[in-house]
């Protein structure tokens, strides 16, 4: 802030331009709140498995990363795991109140919502009822999914009518120097893009060759009663199309030098290079790497691993870089005037 009176300037420091404004905090807190305590929800998850599979702490963490270990604890999926974390890391900058928080909580609504939606589609039929109710902690279950729709409703309801924050905000499009500007946007968008490119070829490639027909694969991406038993485990086909979906969305938005986007980019850009380490980590323990380079398809999915690998790196690397700097905003601005005046 900066206010002429007789000759005085006053230079105070416009309120925290990270944190939300204080009409909105209360939003904020509500969103966080919900996806704290669904990562808590599915934490607890999968402490219970880890209790009643019988193995150890150790154990499980191995089996975070070793896809083939022998003896690994069965807890949830490598889908689920990522997506717990990313709800607890995004609960606490959601409670704190700021600004970046938004498009991450806002991703992590939408997915639970599809989520959600899909669920309920599967309750519609008798037969998937039944076998709900005849579920091991079917209750237990039908609260975590009661509570997923309730954190998706919440944080859209709260976050979405917010708008994109004001366009002057350091690392905006409108502030000079910003340190999300648009080459690094893009940068992360086209990595987004060719991401979202090759997990399409390869969902085309894979399940839905595997369910048999293009329509089987799209009515199990929309009906939980398609696939099987019920669970908190996300089908492979609803997997597969979300990934292709969030990846082609976030990296359009990335293009388009969408610089509010930047934490749901790291958000979903750490749950994808998870994923692909756990790929990698499989190719490391087992011959398969080996075997793969027998033929060219193996070949064309090293190449595209290792493509996944170094791209998500990258996007994680771009969107986490701190927003300002010695040189960004109004402070960079400054320094600037005050070089070129000497």
């Known amino acids: 802030m900066a206010m002429q009176d007789d ?5 105070r420091p416009d309120p925290d331009p990270a944190r939300a404004d204080p009409a909105h ?13 669904l990562g808590l929800a599915m934490a607890c998850w999968t402490v219970a498995g880890v209790v009643q ?15 083939a270990l022998p003896g690994a604890v069965p807890v949830l999926g490598p889908y689920e795991w990522a ?22 909580a806002l991703l992590l609504g939408w997915v639970l919502l599809a989520a959600a939606v899909r669920e309920g589609v599967g309750l519609c039929d008798a037969a ?7 579920a091991t902690d079917w209750g237990w279950l039908l609260a975590t999914r009661c509570l997923g729709l309730v954190t998706a409703l919440v944080v859209l309801g709260a976050l979405l009518p917010l708008g994109d924050g004001r366009r002057g905000a ?19 968008g086209v990595l987004f893009l060719l991401m979202g490119v090759v997990q399409l070829a390869w969902t085309v490639r894979g399940p839905v060759l595997a369910s048999g027909h293009a329509g089987r694969f799209l009515r199990a991406v929309v009906d939980a009663s398609v696939p099987g038993m019920p669970g908190l485990a996300a089908a492979p086909e609803f997997a597969s199309a979300g990934a292709v979906l969030v990846l082609l969305t976030l ?3 990335a293009w388009g030098a969408r610089w509010e986007v930047r934490s749901a980019l790291l958000a979903y850009g750490a749950v994808q290079l998870y994923l692909t380490v756990r790929s990698v980590v499989e190719l490391a323990v087992t ?13 064309l999915w090293l190449v595209t691993t290792a493509y996944g690998l170094a791209a998500m790196t990258s996007v994680v690397v771009l969107a986490s870089a701190r927003p300002g700097g010695p040189y960004c905003g109004a402070r960079g601005e400054g320094l600037r005037t005050a070089a070129a005046g000497r």
């Not at 000759?7 to 230079?11: L, S, W």
């Not at 905090?25 to 305590?37: E, I, K």
């Open 287 to 299: 011959d398969y790497f080996n075997r793969s380079l027998e033929t060219s398809q193996g070949v």
């Open 128 to 134: 998937y009822r039944t076998r709900y109710v005849t």
């Open 83 to 104: 997506f717990t974390a990313a709800f607890l890391a995004v609960a606490g900058p959601a409670l704190a109140g700021r600004r970046a928080a938004r498009a991450a």
């Open 251 to 253: 990296g359009a938005l």
């Open 170 to 188: 350091p690392g905006g499009p409108g502030a000079p120097g910003g340190a999300w500007r648009r080459r690094p946007s893009r940068i992360c």
């Open 25 to 37: 905090r209360g939003r904020y807190r509500a969103a966080g709140t919900c996806l704290g305590l």
């Open 7 to 11: 000759g005085a300037v006053d230079v």
């Open 53 to 67: 599979g019988g193995g150890g702490l150790w154990d499980f963490v191995e089996g975070l990363f070793h896809p």
